[in-house]
């Protein structure tokens, strides 16, 4: 099992989180493998254990390197980035995502969320924190917003009729995190100008979406 694990390093200065946060991933993620949690940039590049899969890394570390060499110098070196942040301005977020990070997380996300990030990050997918998604589109209210493809999946599947169990069980997921897509998901698009609180909505938008192709539906009794 370990050799199919996604083998991941943790960036933090904020040792506390760090040391936290390492122990939670360690106990509560099964396919993935803590094999680095560092302070500094620095220590990550010169660890034994590096390369890695993914990176968790922290946007607001106290050097003077800027993000986007970090994510280059990483990406050339085959390594999936998934950035943290205390909060962000959208252009920082918008610079970070043009360089190259494919997941963008505030530290204050269900740590469920950063799993799911970290996952998502390994097979090539973006993870936007939902409060970064809302504010990268703060000014386009009236388009439907942006789903990360595992958001996309829920919408599908939870939309299509399935309840929130199952909806977990198809993807390979807790119900508690399945239950914390359909919240973000609603948000989005509560933001976006759209009112999907019932599964009636949901749907209905999931279609007008193109997320739900109407001919796969099951047939109402």
Known sequence: MSDNRIRLALVDDHRMLLGALSEWIRRAADDINMVVAVASW?????????PVDVVLLDLDLKDSIPVSLKISTLKSAGVKVVLMSTYSEPNVV????AAGALGYLVKSEDAEMIVEAIRAARNGESFISAELDLALNAGTVGGSPKLSAQERRVMALYGGGEPVKAVAF????SEETAKSYLKRIREKYRVAGFDVGTKV????RAIEDGILIESDLP???
């Open 170 to 173: 198809h993807l390979s997921i």
């Open 42 to 50: 620095p220590e990550l590049l010169t660890s034994p254990d590096f």
């Open 201 to 204: 909505a949901l749907r209905k």
């Open 219 to 221: 047939p109402r009794s």
């Open 94 to 97: 918008r610079e970070a995502l």
